[in-house]
């Protein structure tokens, strides 16, 4: 089985999409955690009345708002799968993103899968743009740079254990990834067919340069503990990696 972790912060636009994208999965043996981080608009509500239908959903209310790494975690905790794999409450999943991917798990012996993307905008809109998936990631790569869109990532809790986000507010995904990595010992695989959809958001991090930088910044200095001059050491080798190589990765869809 696999655990489908999502956690929804005022989401009450595009959950339901969401959980649609889920529902429409052609690998049907999964369930879905949904964990509300004290949203005030009509999330809740709106989980709820997919609980009532669907016996494999369920939902984890916050008293209060700890961000997306605890609200994760809680996820895992909860999870019951050989698999967990990560859906944000404002992106989508492809009809056989599951399948392709838990086959390719199987065929391949890998801990660690993740997938080509696509962009569309807040209203759903494709925007002719697609991230691809490196076909090997290791752990020394994965270093310089997030290169796991984390809507697509899956690990195997059955050879890794649960592999939870450090409680970081931003970037707390390519900490998981590469706590993931450094368990395995193994690099990750990539398949290179678009399986998801990612929504791109006016107010995204990715689209703020300064702030990219501090939270990327705290990855190494917090999240991995690295000395100062180790942490900016390797903020520079993380500009020269996103700008002028990771940047390769995005391609025009025909």
């Known amino acids: 089985m696999v655990s489908i972790i999502t956690p929804m912060f005022n989401s009450e636009a595009f959950i339901s999409d969401t959980i649609q994208s889920i529902l429409q999965q052609t690998y049907t043996n999964w369930e879905l955690i949904l964990i509300d981080d ?8 709106i989980a709820q009345s997919y609980i009532k239908k669907y016996a494999n959903i369920s939902l984890i209310i916050n008293n209060k708002n700890f961000g997306a790494a605890i609200s994760r975690n809680k996820g895992i905790d909860a999870a019951k799968g050989n698999f967990i794999a990560f859906l944000d409450a404002d ?4 009809p056989e993103k599951l399948e392709k991917q838990i086959t390719f798990i199987k065929a391949n012996g890998c801990d660690v899968c993740f997938s080509s993307y696509s962009l569309i905008n807040e209203a759903g809109e494709c925007l002719n ?7 090997v990631l290791t752990y020394k790569k994965l270093l310089k740079s997030n290169y796991i869109g984390n809507l697509t990532g899956v690990y195997s809790v059955k050879t890794l254990g649960k592999i939870k986000s450090t409680n970081l507010r931003k970037r707390q ?7 993931a990595l450094k368990k395995s010992g193994k690099p990750a695989q990539g398949i ?3 399986l ?12 703020n340069k300064l702030g ?3 939270y990327n910044y705290w990855v190494y200095k917090k999240g991995l503990k690295f000395s100062t001059i180790k942490s900016s050491y390797f ?6 990696e996103h700008f002028f190589i990771k940047s390769k990765q995005t391609i025009n869809e025909i």
Do not use: C, G, H
């Open 38 to 45: 004290n949203s005030n608009d009509k999330t809740k509500e």
């Open 196 to 207: 998801a959809f990612y929504r791109v958001r006016e107010n995204a991090m990715s689209s």
């Open 235 to 240: 903020i520079i080798r993380f500009l020269f």
């Open 173 to 179: 995904d390519w900490l998981l990834w590469l706590a």
């Open 91 to 94: 992106d989508l999943w492809k």
């Open 192 to 194: 290179n067919e678009s």
């Open 212 to 214: 990219l930088l501090k």
């Open 129 to 135: 743009k697609q991230i691809k998936a490196l076909p």
